[in-house]
């Protein structure tokens, strides 16, 4: 068995223009099957997103290299900018608006890189630069696996959500992350 070192950097909103080019080709290559199947998940949309997370403040983001190639990316902002109307549920915490929620809008990791923690080590050094009380993230309904994953990591699902009209389904699932 390889063994591969895994290095990771952090980056905030200031670095998008350096580091952009290498979000978007992450993205094309996890999301290769929904950009050919479905226009929310379109490269332009993308970048709408991207731009929308970043410019609510608060964005930061992981880049992880994997055997000196780039493996994948952790990335969100404070929770109130670029989100979308909850459906059927309360959180028993006010999540939109709220800057003790970091909102983890993306965990990409390339599929040759899957399943050796790599994730995790994106995910748990994006938490650490953190300073909310918890994180929230969204699971596509029909993706139960994943959900499972972070249910691992400690976090709860705590309802339902469609941040656009045209998005999926997903389950919100939140974090504690520490005490105010």
Same mark, same amino acid.
């Given at each position: 068995?390889?063994?591969?070192p895994?290095?990771?950097?952090?980056?905030?909103? +200031?670095?998008?223009?350096?580091?952009?080019?290498?979000?978007?080709?992450?993205?094309?290559?996890?999301?290769?099957?929904?950009?050919?199947?479905?226009? $929310?998940? *379109?490269?332009?949309?993308? +970048?709408?997103?991207?731009?929308?997370?970043?410019?609510?403040?608060?964005w930061?983001?992981v880049?992880? +290299?994997?055997?000196g190639?780039?493996?994948?990316?952790?990335?969100?902002?404070?929770?109130?900018?670029?989100?979308?109307?909850?459906?059927?549920?309360?959180?028993? $915490?006010?999540?939109r608006?709220?800057?003790?929620? $970091?909102?983890?809008?993306?965990?990409?990791?390339?599929?040759?890189?899957?399943?050796?923690?790599? *994730?995790?080590?994106?995910?748990?050094? /994006?938490?650490?630069?953190?300073?909310?009380?918890?994180?929230?993230? /969204?699971?596509?309904?029909?993706?139960?696996? /994943?959900?499972?994953?972070?249910?691992?990591?400690?976090?709860e699902?705590?309802? +339902?959500?469609?941040? $656009?009209?045209?998005?999926?389904?997903?389950?919100?699932?939140?974090?504690?992350?520490? *005490?105010?």
């Amino acid at each position: 068995m390889t063994v591969y070192p895994v290095t990771t950097s952090y980056c905030t909103g +200031e670095r998008l223009a350096e580091i952009r080019g290498t979000l978007l080709d992450v993205y094309a290559d996890v999301y290769a099957e929904d950009i050919a199947t479905n226009p $929310f998940f *379109s490269m332009e949309r993308f +970048e709408e997103r991207l731009e929308a997370h970043v410019g609510a403040g608060g964005w930061g983001c992981v880049v992880a +290299e994997v055997g000196g190639e780039v493996g994948g990316e952790a990335g969100g902002e404070v929770s109130g900018g670029g989100g979308g109307e909850v459906v059927g549920f309360t959180y028993g $915490f006010t999540a939109r608006g709220d800057a003790a929620t $970091f909102k983890l809008c993306e965990n990409m990791l390339r599929e040759k890189w899957r399943k050796r923690g790599i *994730s995790r080590v994106m995910h748990d050094e /994006l938490i650490g630069q953190r300073r909310e009380v918890r994180a929230e993230l /969204l699971v596509r309904r029909e993706r139960p696996r /994943l959900r499972a994953m972070y249910e691992t990591w400690g976090y709860e699902q705590m309802g +339902e959500q469609q941040p $656009f009209p045209d998005a999926p389904l997903y389950d919100v699932m939140v974090l504690a992350l520490r *005490s105010r």
